[in-house]
């Protein structure tokens, strides 16, 4: 019963707000909301002050994609998307938009400890659309659905499912909408969107100080790199001293490392892969490599398939990608997974990226916004096997 009245409260709220001046609708009618195709309940109800409606940040972070930050000195609220920066103080009508000042017409306001800001200045300062059908009594507020040309993506295969997965989503949502995803690996993808060739790049390494003179990072998921041998291969644990031997050479048979006694099968990626470079950072250090004689392998899929195949080889590959066909070995006797990568425990965690020439806008940047989706994060990332940013 207190959630039906809840989302009963929200859905009058907003309607006053998108109404015209003067505008009158029934107490008692039954109003749909719906955000990007989605009804909306949220936990902490908004408010109608002189018109205006007031929803906590909590929904804007969520349902935008929107990073959201607080300050308790200046009492200013940061609305950060792919494109725009929104700065709202608490008690004031001005406001900023990429630095551009604003006026509202009602202040932010705090409310039984939730910070609540105007949802309609917010929403078209970042080119959302408000509407209000009379018919079917149904208020929408339309983002990820209010897209239209064409996006090219390429890069990190590792970062490439979750990409692919929320562009067949987002092109089911829009009609007027193309999205072609590409592998390559990650120095494909930065390679392609430091020379404008892609819209937006995929890495699965952190970008150089000179990458960075040229693109805008975002962060799209967490992950880590398990090391992957054979089901049966009787090894479950490594040290990441006994890693870093295999991996360099030092250490060439099974029994080395309490397993059969047998030739120790390298496998590795291409030059150019995201996944090798963190490997390189994380578990080799400075000054190493990979042992020349490993094979090398164009992506994470079939780095996958080559393990399954052979059960004297190890190699390395992102949780998202590692299943039943391989068994992933505990590293310094931690398990690769969400829970050893969100408490640091892991020592191999990294983050997965994408990335655009400059800071992303238009139909670029709303993607992105959209990989960075609550719906998305729980729908595609989680469900991927990697690892949500919230």
């Not at 300062?125 to 996006?151: K, P």
């Not at 191999?348 to 959209?370: N, P």
């Amino acid at each position: 019963m207190k959630r039906k009245l809840i989302a009963i409260i929200l859905a009058l709220v907003l309607i006053v707000a998108v109404l015209p001046a003067g505008s009158a609708f029934a107490a008692g009618s039954n109003i749909t909301l719906i955000i990007d195709g989605n009804r909306q309940n949220p936990t902490v109800p908004p408010r109608v002050v002189n018109g205006v409606t007031l929803v906590p940040l909590r929904i804007i972070s969520e349902t935008l994609g929107a990073d959201v930050g607080w300050n308790a000195t200046s009492k200013t609220a940061t609305i950060t998307t792919a494109a725009f920066t929104v700065v709202f103080t608490i008690n004031s009508k001005n406001y900023t938009v990429n630095g551009t000042r604003k006026t509202l017409d009602e202040a932010p306001q705090i409310v039984d400890g939730s910070t609540l800001v105007p949802i309609r200045a917010f929403a078209e300062s970042i080119g959302a659309a408000v509407d209000y059908n009379a018919s079917s009594r149904t208020a929408t507020i339309n983002y990820f659905t209010n897209m239209s040309g064409t996006l090219t993506i390429s890069g990190s295969t590792t970062a490439q499912p979750i990409v692919q997965a929320a562009a067949d989503k987002i092109i089911g949502m829009n009609s007027g909408l193309s999205i072609t995803v590409s592998g390559g690996g990650s120095g494909t993808g930065i390679n392609d969107a430091r020379a404008g060739t892609v819209h937006i790049g995929m890495s699965s390494r952190e970008l150089t100080d000179t990458e960075m003179r040229t693109l805008n990072t975002y962060e799209i998921a967490k992950d880590a790199i398990a090391l992957i041998v054979h089901p049966n291969n009787p090894v479950r644990s490594l040290t990441k001293a006994q890693a870093k031997d295999i991996f360099t050479g030092a250490i060439t048979n099974w029994n080395q490392v309490g397993g059969n006694n047998a030739p120790i099968i390298l496998m590795t990626r291409e030059t150019g892969s995201g996944t090798l470079s963190t490997l390189n950072d994380l578990l080799l250090g400075s000054g190493n490599s990979v042992a020349e004689r490993a094979t090398p392998h164009a992506s994470s899929a079939l780095m996958l398939q080559a393990v399954a195949r052979e059960a004297n080889a190890i190699g390395f590959d992102s949780i998202g990608f590692v299943d039943s066909t391989v068994k992933a070995l505990q590293l310094d006797g931690r398990t690769p997974s969400a829970a050893t990568v969100n408490n640091g425990t892991y020592g191999m965690s990294r983050a997965l990226y994408v990335c655009t020439r400059g800071r992303a806008s238009g139909t670029t940047a709303v993607f992105i916004d959209y990989l960075r989706s609550l719906d998305c994060q729980r729908n595609i990332v989680a469900k991927e096997g990697y690892v949500p940013l919230v």
